[in-house]
């Protein structure tokens, strides 16, 4: 019985293979739909804490500012995928000026921390390819890719457990849900996330540049110090800046026509 479980799963992880927008391979054991749910029930505690301090959301003006930017960004990223049109598109500002970081949970949740905008001091082009690399993580399905990978290294466990009629594939997969939350994307997805974020802040209407600018601004404010979470686990400064300034004048035409025209915006669901 073991042995042609395993067997199963093993042919389950040869199957369970998905592209992402640009074209990469992917393991897809979990459905994006069961990433989205897991995210929604994170996005609540991650936000509660700052609603109950009363941090949350509560600088007008960056909130109109940012409001703004990520309007036009998912509007850019719904023509990318259609199908996250239904999606609850959001974004919280989080009042937390020693933290440099944001973020976005399958299902187009996010967060931007206070400190990325005090430290950094972004333009709004910059800080169009922090929201659009985020907004990219949703876009590529990075939170159900993270949540396969957590469950697929505990498969053998799983396999043992159902095998043997116990309840630990269960706990296996509520874990899998819980480290992918938790835990960094791969360098890999956010080098895929800086590629899809410049080509939306491109059509967006921000100017792709910006892209190199922003990570000098980082690579400054990370510089003698321990690097800021949002660098933790991205590509080194150097190279992030060389690889974006390779990618941003092949994104330039992109800009002037958007330049050209009125940008579209989507409404968001805190808007």
């Not at 998912?74 to 440099?100: F, H, N, Y």
């Not at 800009?255 to 009125?262: C, G, M, N």
Request: proline residues 6%.
């Amino acid at each position: 019985m073991r042995h042609l479980f395993g067997a199963a799963m093993a042919l389950a992880l040869l199957s369970a293979c998905a592209s992402s927008p640009t074209g990469r391979s992917q393991l897809m054991i979990v459905p994006e739909s069961t990433a989205i749910s897991a995210s929604e029930e994170a996005y609540r505690s991650q936000l509660a804490p700052y609603a109950r301090a009363g941090r949350l959301d509560n600088d007008r003006a960056l909130k109109a500012r940012v409001d703004r930017i990520a309007s036009r960004l998912v509007a850019q990223a719904v023509r990318m995928r259609p199908d996250t049109e239904g999606w609850d598109w959001s974004i919280k500002i989080l009042d937390d000026p020693k933290t440099v970081n944001a973020w976005a949970m399958a299902g187009g949740k996010m967060a931007l921390y206070t400190g990325l905008v005090l430290q950094v001091e972004p333009t709004d082009d910059e800080l169009a390819q922090v929201l659009g690399h985020e907004i990219a993580h949703a876009l590529a399905k990075h939170t159900a890719e993270k949540m396969s990978v957590a469950l697929a290294t505990q498969l053998g466990v799983a396999a043992l457990a159902l095998g043997t009629g116990s309840q630990t594939a269960g706990a296996a997969g509520a874990l899998a849900a819980s480290l992918a939350i938790e835990l960094p994307y791969s360098r890999t997805a956010e080098s895929e996330a800086d590629r899809i974020g410049i080509e939306l802040a491109a059509k967006a209407g921000y100017d792709p540049r910006a892209a190199v600018s922003l990570w000098r601004k980082m690579a400054r404010v990370s510089e003698g110090k321990a690097p800021p979470q949002f660098l933790s686990t991205h590509p080194s400064p150097e190279t992030r800046i060389e690889e974006l300034a390779a990618i941003a004048p092949k994104m330039m035409p992109y800009y002037e026509q958007a330049r050209q025209s009125r940008p579209p915006e989507f409404r968001l669901q805190n808007s």
